[in-house]
Each structure stands twice: as C-alpha cells, then as structure tokens.
C-alpha cells in the first residue's frame, strides 16, 4: 500500500498542471480514505480444510494449470502493518476440484516482516456450481477482526471481458473490488500471471 | 420399492408427521406442503409471509426468517405463525430451529455466526458465539435439551439449550460438516461432511465413537431412525449438484450400510419414516423418493 501511495502521489504530481490545489488535496484525501477501507467479506465456502501446511509453493510439478502469482500486503483500516498475520489460502486445482483429503493447493502463511505474502500457484479452475475462478482467504491477526474474502480475475472469461459490467452475473462476486487485474509475467520459457490482492483488516 | 411424491415446484427439506400419515416438505414458492402417503395427494399448504427464508423444518414445527429478522415459528397443525421475536435486523442471514418446549434457537451472522435462545414468549434469553463462516448445520435433541451447530471452519459445538453453556467444541474434524443429527434418545450425535465421512459422537463425553467411510460423495443430509438402530446419509458430487448420487442407510451397530438407493442428483434431505422402515429422499426437484422396505 506504500507503494501504491508513492506512486499515486506520482501520477497526482504529473497531474497537478490540470488540477487545484484543492482538487489534488480532495483527491488524496478520498484516495486515503478508500484506502484504509477494509477489505470485503465475502463467503467462507463449504471447502475450507483446518491444518494446512505454510507454503509458498503451491503449484505441482507435472500438474496442468497456468502459473500464477499472487502476492500482496497486509494492512489495518488505521493504515499500519499487520505484523502477524495468518492467511489460510485455498483453491480448486485445475480442474476445478478441492483437495478434501489433502493439502493440494492450500497453504496457511504468515504474512513476513513487511506484512507481505505471495504464493506461487495456478490459476483455478472453473466449476459448474461456482463459475467465477476464485482463490479462498481466511485471515486472522491479533487485535483485528478476522476477514473471509476471496479473490477473482478479471481476465475470467466469466466476466465476458468487462468485469464492471458483469460483476453481479448470478450473485457470485460480493464487491467488484475482489477482481484484480491480471498481469503476464514473460519470464524466458516460463510465462505466468500475476495478481496482487492487498488485504485491509479491521482493527478491534 | 419405490414411490414418489410430487409437486409443481421444488421439494427441500421434507420430515414425516409423527403418526407416519404424512410428509411435509418445504417448497421453493415459500410454501410448506404436506402429503398423504397413502394416496400422494396434497392434504395441506401453509402459506409463509412473503419473504420469509431459511426455513427449517423438524418434528415439532416449522421456522422462518422474516426480510425484517423476525423468527417465526409455524403451527403445523393450524398452519398459523404462532411465535414471532422481535424484528432484528441482525438475523438475516440466518435460521432457526424450533424445540419442543417451544424455545427457538437462532443461527445467524455471515462472518462470525452466533447462536441465540428466545423463550416461548419470544423474550432473547441468550447470545452466544458459534464460530465463523456462517452455520453449515444446526440439530436439537428431542428433549430440547442439547443442541449442536457444525460452522463453514470446521468446528461443531454442542450447548445446554437452557443457559447456553458451550458443552464441547469439537475441533478435530479437519473439514466442514453439513449435516447433523441427534439420536432420539439424545445420546449421541451423527455428522456427516466433506470428507464423506459419518461420524458418531457420544453426546455425554463428546467423545468420537465411530468414523464411518463408505459414502461415495460428500454428506449433506442426515437423518436417525426412530428406534436409533439407523442412520440415512445422502450426499453431493464434488464435480457438480446435477449428477446423481447414493444414499445409504448405515446399522449403527455394526457400522455397515444396509441398503443403497439412487438419487437423481444432490441429496437436501433425507428423512425416516416412524416405522424406520421408510425413507423419504428429497433432492430439490419436483418429487420426493419414498423408499419403503419389508
């Protein structure tokens, strides 16, 4: 979220010439604001599974599913890092299938020292009940509230190629801000996508 | 042998009236029907307040959630709401399931659920936390008594009904369970989830005392006997709600299954007949399986 501060101030600073001093204040202000807003809830889901192991990996030699990356930071709503953090993370593997009896493509993490996280994983896979590719996140911290989200592609061809458009297609996605963006990292020989998914916990 | 009861709307969650004559059922047009087995024919239709939701039948009656989070507790007999709590806007979304003695208990909250009591009279006795990720599955012991709720976060607690004493958090099982049920003698507890497995607790030591593979698909729906000598699973396929499954009727003493029906797809109820020679299979279609064997 520093990041993006510091590069929000860059774009608002190139801005400046078109803008009052008052609108770029009002502007910042409103970009502070939303940014301390928490992170939508969205349904725990009936898949979650108690004990998985921490791990950044969780995609699998020789198994089918496009790389992905997700990482992203973990803040509270008075804009401070969340030093400990949990984030269990969960998804359907290719296929769109859950490990049930497993721990296949579900991690529990602890947010480092910058109150960051990232997974190497794969893009979900579709499934008839629940379209949307979807990644799980159950997050908990000492003296926060603790989040169930989920984060949601906005290159899924479910959205039909306009997310704001089809955000509420059959009641699925809870807000439009749980779809990211998707990026193509083009490493030599090994493209993958990439999102960032910053989680905004409540404080008690 | 197989028969089938129907209706122009789809069946959820179907129990037998205590003499055996009848099954009620929840239908989608936020209507409770009631069928003669003998004949099939719809004896009975109450009506719910439009609106209504979460509706949770048992034995002893029927409950609603009101779009205002009023609980509403059904009469089957006159079909009249004959207990509403005060509109709360915090019960929605949530359910709840009705006594003996005529105390409702309400499941509600999406994030971090929390059970409550409301007397006879309506008055709120008691709040409690009940884990997070909204109720999976919610039971009552016949006595009113004990009562248990399996959360999204794969915990299952069991309360003394009177004060809201937590009498066990069960925290072992590794995933969610989506159905569960009382023996009629309230002395143990059947659970059934996502790993397929059927699990029997003692409900005194809370104790685990049977863990029971041999459901294909992942249990969503429970039901006990009236003798307590069986126990009926049915259950969803992990690849979609559509495809048909198995339901089992399981000898708790022996821990077998004794008999295996089809169901056309996912399987939202499952309930005995009081001769526990009967088995109506609800699988939210148009009609409800009765099964009846010697």
Redesign the interface.
């Known amino acids: 979220m520093l990041e993006s501060c510091i590069l929000r101030g860059t774009l608002l600073a190139g801005a400046a010439t078109s803008m009052s001093q008052r609108e770029l204040l009002a502007s910042w202000e409103q970009e502070e604001e939303r940014s301390h807003k928490p992170t939508s809830a969205d349904v725990l889901g009936p898949f979650f599974r108690k004990g998985a192991p921490n791990n950044g990996t969780l995609r699998i030699a020789g198994e089918p599913g496009f790389p992905l990356r997700v990482s992203g930071n973990v803040w509270n709503t008075k804009g401070q890092k969340v030093e400990g953090a949990r984030l269990d993370i969960w998804q359907a593997d290719h296929a769109g299938l859950y490990d049930l009896k497993g721990y296949r493509y579900r991690t529990r993490l602890e947010a480092g020292p910058a109150s960051k996280y990232a997974v190497e994983t794969i893009l979900p896979g579709h499934y008839d009940d629940r379209p949307a590719q979807h990644i799980h996140y159950l997050i908990s911290a000492p003296g926060h509230k603790t989040l169930i989200t989920q984060a949601y592609f906005a290159t899924d061809p479910f959205f039909e190629g306009d997310a704001d458009k089809n955000f509420k297609k059959r009641g699925i996605v809870s807000n439009r801000e749980l779809i990211r963006p998707v990026t193509l990292i083009e490493a030599p020989g090994q493209p993958r996508a990439s999102i960032q998914f910053d989680i905004c916990l409540e404080t008690l | 042998m197989q028969r089938k009861l129907s209706a122009d709307v789809e069946i959820g969650d179907v129990v037998f009236s205590t003499d055996g004559k009848l099954l009620r059922g929840i239908c989608r047009d936020n209507k409770l029907r009631a069928w003669e087995i003998s004949s099939g024919a719809v004896r009975q239709t109450i009506t719910f307040d439009k609106g209504d939701r979460g509706a949770i039948l048992t034995e002893h009656g029927c409950t609603t959630v009101g779009e205002d989070g009023t609980l509403k507790a059904w009469d089957l007999t006159s079909g009249n709401a004959t207990k509403r709590t005060p509109p709360n806007s915090e019960l929605r979304p949530g359910g709840a399931i009705l006594a003996a003695n005529g105390d409702l208990f309400a499941f509600y909250g ?3 659920v929390s059970v409550r009591r409301f007397d006879a009279s309506g008055k709120e006795r008691y709040a409690v936390p009940s884990g ?3 109720a ?1 599955a919610v039971a009552i012991s016949a006595d009113g008594t004990k009562i248990a709720a399996a959360t ?3 915990d299952v607690r069991a309360w003394k009904a009177s004060n809201g004493e937590l009498l066990r958090t069960i925290g072992e ?4 369970m ?1 159905a569960l049920k009382f023996s009629p003698d309230g002395k143990w507890l059947a659970a059934g ?4 497995q059927l699990y029997l607790y003692d409900a005194e030591t809370w104790k685990q005392t049977r863990a029971l593979s041999g459901q294909p698909e ?1 249990i969503s729906a429970i039901d006990v006997s009236g003798d307590g000598t069986l126990v009926a699973t049915g259950g969803f396929s ?5 495809n048909p499954v198995k339901v089992l009727v399981w000898d708790v003493r022996s821990g077998k299954p004794v008999r295996t029906f089809d169901a056309a797809q996912r399987v939202g109820a499952v309930a005995f007949g009081p001769d526990s020679r009967s088995l109506a299979v609800s699988t939210f279609s148009k009609t409800v399986d009765l099964w009846e064997w010697p």
């Not at chain 2, 099982?173 to 969610?176: A, K, Q």
């Not at chain 2, 989830?193 to 397929?196: P, T």
């Open positions: 999406r994030a971090e997070i990720g909204g999976a999204y976060d794969a099982l590794p995933v969610s989506f989830g996502a790993d397929r992942m992990e690849l979609t709600l559509k």
